[in-house]
């Protein structure tokens, strides 16, 4: 074979994918079930044979050639796994696509519940941007879901032959790190006392201006503050002592039962609860019938009700 057409071995794919997926040397591993150093050594590995860093060492996040590559080897590795359980006539993977907060702090840790439950269907679970199109690139329709929040302020319009269930709408609450409200003097006297705050914000305000208005506080421009992009990232931020970020069950993982977050509640006016937007599963018509993802939407209910009661028995 020309040299020039030779693959690099499976397991530095699967490796590099991996990582790409999860944003992480150990997260790949864990999910691979093998030891970070084989991960660090086959992304190295593949580095070597294709003459280009994949990985920034200094960041830790994907180089342009890593994202181009990671892009187009995934589709090709998905129709390869595919194929292969197509022969040996078992079900193929169910790709479950959502935002990287969802996936990291409340889908990934039960996944391992579903497994064991459930040992004859495998998931992939792929996190990506929040604002990423239901059809990713890449992704077979037929054999693909997706899990992403949905703001009620905004019009959602469902691609044809697309159906679609509320999993959750999780009450909003603002959340900050201890430090940070040491520094601020402590909890807040009212709600409107929040607007002097360091307030952080994903894209744009919106978020922060509606919860404000269910509180009745009137708030027309809120004072500047970092935007970052997506809820895992604010929250990632706030944990950091930065502001106070909105957040919800879904997205706070056990911070709030480690300390490293606590709720923000003004002493003087109690906050409302405030649900402004609900976490939907969808998918094309035909996957939505089969039994991998009948099996799937039904346990991820019965783990969204789990968390209710879990939550609901909090002091």
């Not at 040397?25 to 991960?39: K, M, S």
């Not at 006297?189 to 994903?202: H, K, S």
């Amino acid at each position: 074979m020309d040299q020039r057409y030779r693959i690099p071995p499976l397991a530095m794919l699967n490796a590099f994918t991996a990582f790409a997926r999860t944003g992480g040397i150990r997260r790949a591993a864990a999910e691979l079930r093998v030891d970070h150093a084989a991960i660090s050594r086959h992304i190295r590995d593949l580095e070597n044979i294709l003459g280009t860093p994949l990985r920034d060492k200094e960041t830790g996040t994907l180089t342009l050639a890593g994202h181009t590559y990671y892009s187009r080897i995934t589709p090709l590795l998905e129709e390869l796994a595919t194929a292969t359980a197509d022969i040996r006539n078992h079900t193929p993977p169910l790709t479950i696509t959502c935002a990287h907060g969802f996936a990291y702090h409340w889908l990934l840790p039960r996944l391992s519940t579903f497994r064991r439950a459930h040992p004859q269907l495998e998931i992939m679970l792929r996190p990506v941007d929040a604002n990423t199109a239901f059809h990713v690139t890449g992704v077979e329709t037929d054999n693909h879901a997706h899990i992403g929040y949905v703001r009620d302020d905004a019009p959602l319009a469902e691609p044809r032959n697309t159906r679609s269930m509320i999993i959750a709408r999780p009450d909003v609450f603002p959340v900050a790190a201890p430090l940070c409200l040491t520094e601020l003097g402590g909890q807040p006297r009212t709600t409107a006392d929040l607007l002097r705050a360091p307030l952080l914000q994903e894209e744009d305000e919106a978020e922060w201006k509606l919860w404000f208005h269910a509180q009745n506080v009137a708030c027309t421009k809120l004072p500047a503050a970092t935007r970052l992009w997506q809820a895992h990232i604010t929250l990632a931020a706030a944990r950091a002592g930065e502001g106070i970020a909105l957040g919800n069950i879904f997205l706070l993982g056990n911070d709030l039962e480690t300390g490293h977050l606590v709720r923000v509640q003004p002493t003087q006016t109690p906050l409302r609860e405030v649900a402004l937007g609900a976490y939907l599963l969808r998918a094309s018509t035909a996957t939505w019938e089969k039994k991998s993802l009948i099996t799937f939407r039904n346990w991820l209910l019965e783990q969204v009700e789990l968390e209710t009661q879990n939550t609901s028995s909090l002091p």
